[in-house]
């Protein structure tokens, strides 16, 4: 009934779980247990070296906190003048 009233989400529906059908194989794949055993046993600067190794090989190099925050204050300004000079031209 929903899908006949939002034929759109018929298609984001189907979307997720295709995605979820690949995660779920995914878990099923050997060695799996293993690698949550250990990732669960490790410590948080295991954790962080782990990321930023994944982060590396993904050419995502992670960057600090502090840069994150001031990408967010930057963002969250630049937004406020695009809403201040869009009402001013209103």
């Known amino acids: 009934e929903y899908e006949r009233l939002n034929p759109a989400a018929a298609a984001e529906l189907d979307t997720l779980s295709e995605e979820f059908d690949a995660?779920?194989?995914k878990m099923q794949e050997?060695?799996?247990a293993k690698a949550m055993d250990k990732a669960f046993a490790a410590s948080p600067r295991q954790l962080g070296a782990a990321h930023r190794r994944g982060a590396k090989a993904r050419g995502t190099e992670a960057r600090g906190a502090k840069a994150q925050h001031a990408e967010a204050r930057n963002m969250?300004?630049?937004s406020a003048k695009q809403r201040d000079a869009k009402r001013r031209g209103s």
Request: glycine share 12%; no cysteine.
């Open 23 to 25: 995660l779920v194989a």
């Open 30 to 32: 050997s060695g799996f």
């Open 76 to 78: 969250k300004a630049r």
